[in-house]
């Protein structure tokens, strides 16, 4: 078993941040370049991060498995990040934004973390504005804000539909800064193989130089890693095609635990499948909801053009079960009513495999201009896709998998239960419970780069003695003959299936088992399927090329068979909690109208899996959730 | 309800295994694309054929395929990103192709982006760029209340239409010279058009403009073709921009 200790610091909840930031230790300014840091991503947190840790004068060296730092994917995030700033005066404040996202995540975050990341978040949105983020303004000058999913207030910034690029172009900018100041060394195509522990303290990595195959060792008194979430488990996702789940799995296998796996989240309003080509599934911002209504025929196999369906026979089911919410129900309770409605066989398309978002009703109230102003990217962007005019015709919209709530499992100060290994962003566990609220990944990811690890990680950098290290230790050595040997050894399968393939095969058992509803028989099956999956992909995939030029191929299925492991740990932690919360819905569970329904006497906690050696079942270990503050309720929307 | 069909295509493809070798094309018949597909769905549909006939598929970049990241970077029949205005090649979808057509495949060629192999090329002097100057100077925790300074709605709409820039390198890949000013010109335009980015405008273009000539991009002779083939739809005002505040700061240097 693992002792997790969460560090939570004492007081009461509103001075548990200040009071800690006041007692951790501090390096002193001219100490801190005496230390580097390895940051691995470059997306919004470890952009955030690089950027901050730099400033304070540590030597920072950056990787990212893309051409350019300012390709993560959080370049791809629509529709705007939260901040308790109450600029619209409509009751908004760091109590509130707390509350609703304890609340969002049903009861499955810790208080501390979410009221911390509440009260950082104005702090990021002057940051980002100082540095140039052109946020949406009103006719004034000031701010602009909408609401999103989840909460009565507006509190969300956004960017037209690009908020993520902005935000992103802003931390690429303070991040390209620091490497224009030699500060920060950056390493774009490296690909992080291994995490590399020495002494029990997490002290560099092992990367692929990804044009010239080249297995690298880097040293360093720290790692981080911000490398986003492992939602293309599932093949078909919103995510980039490139985003993945290896870094973390690499370091799960080396010792750091992975904090409930199966908490995954499925957006409402993304384009549905068209066919077996599909590499992707793309987003249709939440931000939508603002002004789209959802709905559905009241007739079973109605096949009647949306527009020859009046009003009355028509189903908006997200304002009649949810009057107070409407269409901004959270993500997980509008997905799994898209669903439910698809199962009643009111679906619409050519696949019955969709619901209508609307905007008829909002563009007779305010004018196609207006519309085309807040959404015209996306609206453009659903029309190149589909060959429909969202203005004309309702967007047809179904669930798909988007964000992934687990992750590695981290204390307070953002570390791992590996000594110097924090997580940041969507990679760690920490704030989002079992369901994420809209506007509030962007929210977290710079808060954990930007305000909380330069604080936290001086502490550990302070607090301990590290020995010293070099890429001729033997634990490097030991890495990089690893990271060798399994490209050697995938390479010589020479089989018959595509990584693709078999990926899609993974991605059609998670989807049907292990997605927006799961039950116990359905798990079990996941648990045979994958792994029988994992064995074919051993003994028969194909992979052509050679070890050392790029080879996407092989780059491909390097994450594969990680998600080919993570996939089966996601069906494990999804079986074991027989409680629904959030986005995880367990059949087996549900209240008399279909609600989720949690199960707080026994599933209070955070689920934390570790690494017990190949072929070996993964042992749990819980950190219970207190809630001090927090009345636990059954939420409701309605 | 869906139009799609299904199309055959002949490709050809600009194969290249590294930077060193000399590159050349190689024809492929592609058979029963459904014009629902994006172009980089058929370029996969295209790779798993590869693959299965015991040869190496074709390498391309691309990530998001939403338009946003800038990561796919090809040349179809000439035209960075292909036919569609505003669109980048993700983004690009069968449909706009006949049946029966054939399609030249090849990366964004300029001397700044060296082949790294077939149709991925190396972009990083693009970041050398904004590693020069392409940001404010402000540290984490420098900043006031956002809403301290008003700024007005039309001057932070011109600064979003020039960041909406996703740095693919369509604009460099279509000029005849190979220049980068589009690209390093919505930059300095988007934070000289903010009171933010405004305080050090003069060194930034500066600066940005001497890494451009450093990496090797040619000079702009405005033919305006770096503004037809952007996906983002960044216009040459942000040049004449660029252009005034070089002018400028190169001005108020020698003065001071
Ligand atoms: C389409 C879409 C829209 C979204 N919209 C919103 C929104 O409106 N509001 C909101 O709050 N959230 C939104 N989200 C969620 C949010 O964008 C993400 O959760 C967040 O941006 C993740 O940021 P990150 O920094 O953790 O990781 P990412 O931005 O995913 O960055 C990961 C980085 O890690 C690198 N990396 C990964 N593995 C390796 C490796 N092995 N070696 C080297 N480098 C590696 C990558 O190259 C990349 O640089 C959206 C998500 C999607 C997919
Ligand atoms: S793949 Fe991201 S812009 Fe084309």
Known sequence: MLKLDSKIPGGPLEQKWDTHKFKIKLVNPANKRKYSVIVVGTGLAGASASASLAELGYQVKTFTSLDSPRRAHSIAAQGGINAAKNYPNDGDSVYRLFYDTIKGGDFRAREANVYRLAQVSNAIIDQCVAQGVPFARDYGGLLDNRSFGGAQVSRTFYARGQTGQQLL?????????????GTVKLFARREMLDLVVVDGAARGIVTRNMVTGEIESHVADAVILATGGYGNTFYLSTNA?????????????KGAAFANPCFTQIHPTCIPVSGDHQSKLTLMSESLRNDGRVWVPKKEGDTRRPEQIPDEERDYYLERVYPSFGNLAPRDVSSRQAKFRVDEGRGVGETRMSVYLDFRDSIKRLGKDKITERYGNLFQMYEKITDENPYEVPMRIYPAVHYTMGGLWVDYNLMSNIPGLHVLGEANFSDHGANRLGASALMQGLADGYFVIPYTIGDYLAGSKLPKVDASHESFRAAENEARGRITKLLSVRGNKTVD??????????WDYVGMSRNEAGLKKALTEIPRIRDEFWQNVRIPGEPNFMNQELEKAGRVADFLELGEL???DALHRTESCGGHFREESQTEDNEAKRDDEHFAYVGAWEFKGEGKVPEMSKEKLEFERIQLATRSYK | MSKAKKINLTLKVWRQKDQNEIGRFETHPVKGIST?????????????????AGG?????????????????STTINGNPHGPDRETATCQLHMRRFEDGQTIVVEPFRARAFPVIRDISVDRSALDRIIAA??????STGNAQDANAIPISKESSDLAFDAAACIGCGACVAACKNASAMLFTSAKISQLALLPQGAVEKDRRARNMVAQMDREKFGNCTNTGACEAACPKGITLENMARMNRQFTSAWLTARVR
């Open chain 1, 501 to 510: 393939e078999l990926h899609r095969e993974l991605g059609k058992v998670m």
């Open chain 2, 56 to 72: 190496d598929p074709i390498a391309f970049d691309s990530d998001c395929r939403e338009g946003i990241c800038g990561s796919c």
């Open chain 1, 169 to 181: 172009l802003g931390a690429y900018s303070a991040l390209m800064r620091q490497v224009g100041l």
């Open chain 2, 36 to 52: 629902d597909m994006s172009f980089l769905e058929m370029l996969d549909h295209l790779n798993q054929q590869i693959i299965h």
């Open chain 1, 570 to 572: 996601m069906a494990r």
């Open chain 2, 133 to 138: 100057g392409g940001f404010v100077s402000v």
């Open chain 1, 241 to 253: 095609k490139g985003s993945n789940g290896s870094a973390i799995w690499k370091a799960y296998k």
